[in-house]
């Protein structure tokens, strides 16, 4: 080989190293690139001739090599709509300038349709303007597409994926499910709370349709399901309803309470005319240990005076007492009358006298003074005692004429002591014999002078106290204390709680009240409960009614007043009336005629307080009557003497109240009726669901009631938009789960689903397993819109590369092959993820440094071949 040959050999490697280091140098810029695939360098020798005697060499030349089959590192983004393939193959990208052109695509297994051939692994697709899903190259993703009107995928196209689905159409509900558990002891009284679900019409319109429970019986409920809005309903109508019935029990007869009454008289003796009350005298009544009492005392026994005057103070004594006492007084001469506030109210009543000091009076003479010349007789007598008491009677006999003086209660408090006493006596003395002797007082020393000198005095003094026996109180019961009683009768109801209109009746004297059931009422205590309030709710009816189970007790409101019988006769020629009878009754009607006038009194609730006695019926003609009329015991004296006076009474009867009752059946509302197993094998499980009394409704169950079939109800409702046909599922017969009844008191819903939606909106598209490409909605809802395939080549590094990091198909590559994920070799679509480039940094320096010293090295050969040269250049000189 020449010399020039030589160099032309070098200027070869020198290209080739070039090439090399310009594959190196895109790998690199490309490093970051999005499923970029590295270009490696094969260095092919150029040979002229080569034998044994001789090699020329020609050189050599540098080919690409791509590694479009090795695959990048996965890296996991935010997007959800970024992908990355796991393995083999490319997705199927279409410029978006030409996506309105649609070409055949020729493939290993047929022709599919496509709007242009470009491949690539750079999956970070986004949404563009029109909803595309476009990478940052501008290709927009090809796939499948799903027909919007049949949900069919169509394999035999590929095409730009566009999200045109922005609405989802609503569902309109065709299941309901249903687990429950029904408590087996509701509590009593209490309503089990409905249960409500939402559902959707056809037109994505919500609606509620709402359960309603009762318990029949211990395993027996009703169920009614209502759809409000719906022109069909799932139960409607009513049937005959149960028997009902309204019975009388015990009828206790009424008794009016009569009040207690107790009498105390006083008693005491009586000395010169007065009534024997002594100083220091305490006077007690006690009502139920209460103590009343008065004491006698010099300021007070002026203004009582008698047993009388005692007698009143102590009724005032009671009647004023704070807090009030539970009697009343009144008194009557020496009597006081003590009565209950309360009749019915028994009370317990002593009295107690406590005797003051009594003192004995004596009067003794002195030893006279004797007549003189110049003054007459004196003769003196002493009182040697202090306290004087009621009814002492003093005297002086002065020359034959006695002049006396007694203690009265009138005048105690102004000469309560013996220096009082004389000072009366002397002063009587001298009103009486003033002119023969003259009385002074001297203390308790009383003297008497003739006034006459030379002239005697006789005189004695002599005393009669008053009685030392002790005054005393004595309580005896007139009347004893009845209890009130009032009329009280039972009333039994009898019926199904549930039923509507259901009449129960009671009139009470004729008047009626009348419940109707409304079918919201839990028990027949409800029922009861309910006629009692419209009974207690008319104020003016004479009975109070409660209610306890199904039994309500009507009680009149005041005790039966009894026929106390009485009579009223007058004495047309003294005028006198007389009245009969120990008390006097509500309703008791009394007439008195006198001088000519009729006078009528009628005893009510309002005024018997006033006249509760016959002394007091009398006292109010009296007053009527005027004049000299006048009430003495029993006797009114009218004063009219004319021969027309006249008196009749109408007693008042025993007062009771009267009942009737009646009841009428209502009607059973429309129901579903479940049954639940009582046997050890089904207790607790749904046995059975009945339809038969639904009524107009819709609602069917299945005929199969078998263990382990479905426990459906099927019911259909139309709002306005042609019949929606719902399917309830309860669980299965005989089975726990679904609807069920275990011990409890409250029911426990822990499942109530259903499968309509109303309209959606569009929210975003992710990807989802096998290259599904979902659009969500914000009603909840997906809906798949294209699947994205897989394309892989039987060559697929021989693939030709244009920019955008994107391949067209190649002779050397073969026919594209359109797969499903994860198919035919081909790899899975990754959501979340990115491809990164396949370009090793490390690799591609030290390439590149090998690159660099081949390079100088066959510069080094340009260099060399051209020293030669000059060598041979320099032969000629």
């Known amino acids: 080989m020449s010399i020039f040959g030589s160099m032309t050999t070098a200027v070869l490697g020198l290209n080739a190293q070039s090439k090399a280091l310009g594959h190196i140098s895109d790998n690199i810029a490309n490093s970051s690139t999005i499923g970029y695939k ?48 796991q393995g083999q193959g490319f997705f199927s ?31 970070d697709f986004e949404l563009d303007k029109s909803r595309y899903l476009v990478n940052s190259s501008g290709y927009a993703l090809n796939g499948w597409l799903v027909d919007p009107v049949t949900g069919v995928l169509h394999k035999d196209q590929v095409a730009p994926i566009q999200v045109n689905s922005l609405i989802d159409k609503p569902v309109a509900t065709n299941t309901i499910d249903l687990a429950a558990n029904l408590p087996a002891t509701p509590k009593p009284g209490e309503k089990i709370p409905d249960s409500s679900i939402q559902i959707f019409d056809s037109q994505g319109n919500p609606r509620t349709v709402n359960f309603k429970w009762r318990q029949q019986a211990d395993s027996s409920w009703r ?180 002049i006396s003086y007694t203690v009265t209660a009138a005048t105690y408090q102004s000469y309560s002591t013996v220096s009082d006493v004389v000072s009366q006596l002397a002063g009587k003395i001298n009103q009486a014999l003033g002119s023969t002797v003259t009385a002074s007082s001297a203390g308790n020393i009383l003297s008497i002078q003739a006034n006459a000198v030379n002239t005697n005095v006789t005189s004695s003094a002599t005393v009669t106290n008053s009685s030392a ?252 938009f042609g019949p929606q046909q719902i399917s309830l599922n309860l669980g299965k017969y005989q089975k726990p789960g679904g609807l069920t009844q275990y011990a409890g008191e409250e029911i426990n819903v822990t499942q109530l689903v259903q499968n309509g939606a109303p309209r959606g909106q569009f929210k975003d598209v992710v990807f989802g397993d096998n290259g599904t490409v979902m659009v969500n909605y914000d009603n909840g809802r997906s809906k798949m819109i294209a699947k994205v395939p897989i394309i892989t080549f039987n060559n697929p590094n021989a693939l030709q590369r244009e920019s955008g990091g994107v391949f067209v198909e190649s002779e050397e590559a073969g026919k594209p092959n359109f797969n499903d994920p994860e198919t035919n070799g081909a790899g899975a679509v990754v959501a979340n993820s990115v491809e990164s480039s396949n370009v090793d940094i490390a690799d591609e320096f030290t390439k590149m440094i090998v690159t660099q010293r081949s390079y100088s090295a066959n510069a080094k050969i340009v260099t060399t071949s051209d020293e030669m040269l000059q060598e041979v250049l320099g032969l000629k000189r």
């Not at 030409?98 to 020729?106: D, E, P, R």
């Not at 049937?239 to 005491?268: D, E, K, R, Y």
């Not at 704070?322 to 317990?348: D, N, W």
């Open 469 to 720: 026996s002790v005054n005393t109180m004595s309580s005896l019961p007139s009347v004893s204390s009845v209890a009130g009683v009032r009329q009280s009768r039972t009333v039994t109801l009898t019926g199904t709680p549930g039923d509507i209109g259901t009449q129960y009746t009671l009139s009470i004297n004729g008047t009626a009240v009348t419940y109707s059931t409304t079918g919201e009422e839990m028990t027949m205590e409800d029922i009861t409960a309910a006629l009692a309030n419209k009974i207690n709710s008319n104020t003016s009816l004479p009975v109070t009614a409660t209610a306890q189970g199904g039994v309500i007790t009507v009680t009149a409101k005041t005790a039966a007043t009894p026929a106390n019988a009485n009579t009223l006769t007058a004495n047309t020629t003294t005028g006198d009336v007389t009245i009969t009878g120990s008390s006097v009754d509500v309703g008791d009607v009394y007439s008195v005629t006198a001088n000519g006038v009729t006078h009528t009194l009628t005893l009510d609730n309002a005024n018997i307080s006033t006249y509760n006695t016959p002394q007091k019926v009398l006292q109010y003609f009296a007053t009527q009557i005027g004049g000299t009329a006048s009430v003495t015991g029993n006797v009114l004296s009218t004063g009219d003497v004319s021969g027309n006076a006249a008196a009749s009474v109408s007693d008042a009867t025993a007062y009771q109240f009267t009942l009737d009752q009646s009841a009428v059946a209502g009607q059973t509302p429309a129901h579903i009726g479940l049954t639940f197993g009582k046997t050890p094998e089904t207790v607790g499980t749904l046995t059975n669901i009945s339809t038969a009394l639904v009524g107009t409704g819709t609602a069917v169950s299945a005929a199969n009631q078998s263990a382990g079939s479905d426990a459906n109800v099927t019911f259909t409702v139309d709002y306005g």
């Open 93 to 123: 990208v279409t410029k978006v300038a030409t996506q309105g052109s649609s070409t055949l695509v020729q493939t290993q297994t047929g022709t599919v349709n496509s709007s242009a051939a470009f491949y690539t692994r750079a999956g």
């Open 223 to 402: 169920m009614v399901l209502d759809a409000p809005g719906s022109n069909t309903k799932p139960v409607d109508g009513t049937f005959s309803g149960n028997p009902a019935t309204v019975t009388f029990g015990q009828n206790i007869a009424g008794q009016t309470a009569v009040a207690q009454v107790n009498v105390i008289t006083l008693a005491g003796n009586n000395t010169n005319g007065q009534d024997n009350l002594r100083i220091g005298d305490t006077y007690t009544v006690k009502v139920n240990g209460t103590n009343y009492s008065l004491k006698i005392t010099a300021d007070n026994i002026g203004s009582i005076r008698t047993y009388s005057g005692l007698a009143g103070a102590l009724a005032n004594q009671i009647n004023s007492a704070s807090p009030a006492a539970s009697v009343l007084a009144t008194s009557s001469g020496q009597t006081i009358r003590v009565t209950a506030r309360e009749p019915g109210t028994p009370f317990k009543l002593n009295t107690d006298v406590v005797s003051g000091t009594n003192t004995t009076n004596t009067i003794v003479s002195q030893t006279s003074t004797a007549a003189t010349a110049s003054a007459g007789e004196i003769d003196k007598f002493q009182f040697p005692q202090t306290q004087v008491e009621v009814g002492d009677s003093f005297t002086i006999n002065v020359n034959g004429t006695p």
């Open 38 to 85: 590295r270009v490696d360098s094969a260095f092919e020798t150029m040979v002229l001739q080569s034998s044994q005697r001789l090699h020329e060499p020609g050189g050599v030349t540098a080919q690409p090599v791509f590694m479009n089959n090795i695959q990048g590192s996965l890296t996991q983004v935010q997007s959800p709509t970024n992908i990355a393939i």
